[in-house]
């Protein structure tokens, strides 16, 4: 393995954005193929490697969030290993399959036959919401890896969860064969931790299944379905899958990090949102006073605070 992820050419810093899906295949599959390997999966799932250090960051992922989320179009993946100085395996998707497919099954028998998640120092799994539920299932391929999964499914099996009705078409997908039940396949990982917001229902009885004595439940209250949007706008997801994969995570230092969510004007956004439906108007009045006083220029919460104080005004009773 090589010590670093430095190169010459500097081909990783390409932008593949504003690309046709066949033009950026074949440049992703080019770069991959030029740093480690790429190998496509069946239809709608293919693979890359980009060797670096001792370390290796297994990245579940999909085309369209990468399409979305990555300014140059990158799998997050190699965002972070570069900075990192890391090896990364990148599992993509195009579109939802929440990657029950046998030729992924094929993929991780041959990396387990060939020793290759042997030959790093350290493992991490990392993925959210789908691609969360995988990070957790296909971690058993890598015995003592860590897993860093965010509001994960722990299966759409309808006889286990069919409380979760979020996504009726993907549970006609095997759920019952190989890499299937993903909080049974953590019981191998060294640790792992799940992230989710307990005020998300469903998100939060998944989050119960993955309950197991090497596994930390991370609450993130009021942050809402996109958990890897919202840390990622708090400039912490890097630094938490950072921690994580060199064994430093904890939940205290995770809720130290997640205290950003103070100065995150979308996350204080969302809590006004709910503040305000579940009617809570003097909450509401407090959080809106208290971003006003710390943020730089938020007339949005100056407007809303505004209202506020007419609307408490007005319920105050008057003398007659």
């Given at each position: 393995m090589?010590?670093d992820?430095?190169?010459?050419?500097?081909?990783?810093?390409?932008?593949?954005?504003?690309?046709?899906?066949?033009?950026?295949?074949?440049?992703f599959?080019?770069?991959?193929?030029?740093?480690?390997?790429?190998?496509?999966?069946?239809?709608?799932?293919?693979s890359?490697?980009?060797?670096?250090?001792?370390?290796?960051?297994?990245?579940?992922e999909?085309?369209?969030?990468?399409?979305?989320?990555?300014?140059?179009?990158?799998?997050?993946?190699w965002?972070?290993a570069?900075?990192?100085?890391?090896?990364?395996?990148?599992?993509?998707?195009?579109?939802?399959?929440?990657?029950?497919?046998?030729?992924?099954?094929?993929?991780?028998?041959?990396?387990?036959?060939d020793?290759?998640?042997?030959?790093?120092?350290?493992?991490?799994?990392?993925?959210?919401g789908?691609?969360g539920y995988?990070?957790?299932?296909?971690?058993?391929?890598?015995?003592?890896?860590?897993?860093?999964?965010?509001?994960?499914?722990?299966?759409?099996?309808?006889?286990?969860?069919?409380?979760?009705?979020?996504?009726?078409?993907?549970?006609?997908?095997?759920?019952?064969?190989?890499?299937?039940?993903?909080?049974?396949?953590?019981?191998?990982?060294?640790?792992?931790?799940?992230?989710?917001?307990?005020?998300?229902?469903?998100?939060?009885?998944?989050?119960?299944?993955?309950?197991?004595?090497?596994?930390?439940?991370?609450?993130?209250?009021?942050?809402?379905?996109?958990?890897?949007?919202?840390?990622?706008?708090?400039?912490?997801l890097?630094?938490?899958?950072?921690?994580?994969?060199?064994?430093?995570?904890?939940?205290?230092?995770?809720?130290?990090?997640?205290?950003?969510?103070?100065?995150?004007?979308?996350?204080?956004?969302?809590?006004?949102?709910?503040?305000?439906d579940?009617?809570?108007?003097?909450?509401?009045?407090?959080?809106?006073?208290?971003?006003?006083?710390?943020?730089?220029?938020?007339?949005?919460?100056?407007?809303?605070?505004?209202?506020?104080?007419?609307?408490?005004?007005?319920?105050?009773?008057?003398?007659?």
């Amino acid at each position: 393995m090589q010590d670093d992820t430095q190169t010459t050419d500097n081909s990783l810093d390409n932008s593949l954005a504003d690309m046709p899906k066949r033009d950026w295949l074949l440049a992703f599959s080019g770069i991959a193929e030029e740093h480690g390997h790429f190998q496509p999966l069946g239809k709608s799932h293919f693979s890359s490697f980009i060797e670096g250090g001792e370390i290796l960051l297994v990245t579940f992922e999909s085309y369209e969030n990468i399409q979305r989320i990555s300014p140059k179009a990158h799998p997050l993946g190699w965002e972070i290993a570069k900075v990192l100085g890391w090896s990364t395996l990148n599992i993509i998707s195009d579109g939802q399959s929440w990657y029950r497919d046998a030729d992924i099954y094929s993929y991780f028998d041959d990396l387990i036959d060939d020793g290759f998640f042997e030959e790093f120092d350290s493992v991490l799994f990392y993925g959210a919401g789908a691609a969360g539920y995988a990070a957790a299932a296909y971690s058993v391929a890598a015995p003592g890896a860590r897993v860093l999964a965010l509001q994960p499914q722990a299966t759409l099996d309808p006889r286990v969860t069919e409380w979760d009705d979020r996504y009726p078409r993907q549970r006609r997908h095997d759920w019952t064969s190989r890499y299937g039940f993903a909080p049974d396949m953590i019981d191998g990982a060294q640790e792992a931790f799940v992230l989710y917001d307990p005020q998300e229902t469903e998100d939060a009885m998944h989050a119960a299944l993955y309950t197991r004595p090497n596994v930390h439940k991370l609450r993130m209250p009021n942050a809402g379905g996109a958990l890897q949007f919202s840390l990622r706008n708090m400039k912490v997801l890097s630094r938490i899958i950072a921690l994580a994969g060199t064994g430093q995570l904890t939940p205290e230092i995770f809720a130290k990090l997640y205290r950003a969510r103070r100065d995150d004007r979308n996350y204080l956004r969302s809590l006004l949102r709910r503040l305000e439906d579940q009617g809570r108007t003097k909450l509401a009045h407090v959080l809106c006073t208290n971003a006003v006083a710390r943020l730089e220029n938020a007339p949005a919460f100056e407007r809303r605070l505004k209202f506020l104080s007419q609307k408490l005004e007005e319920s105050l009773p008057h003398e007659s």
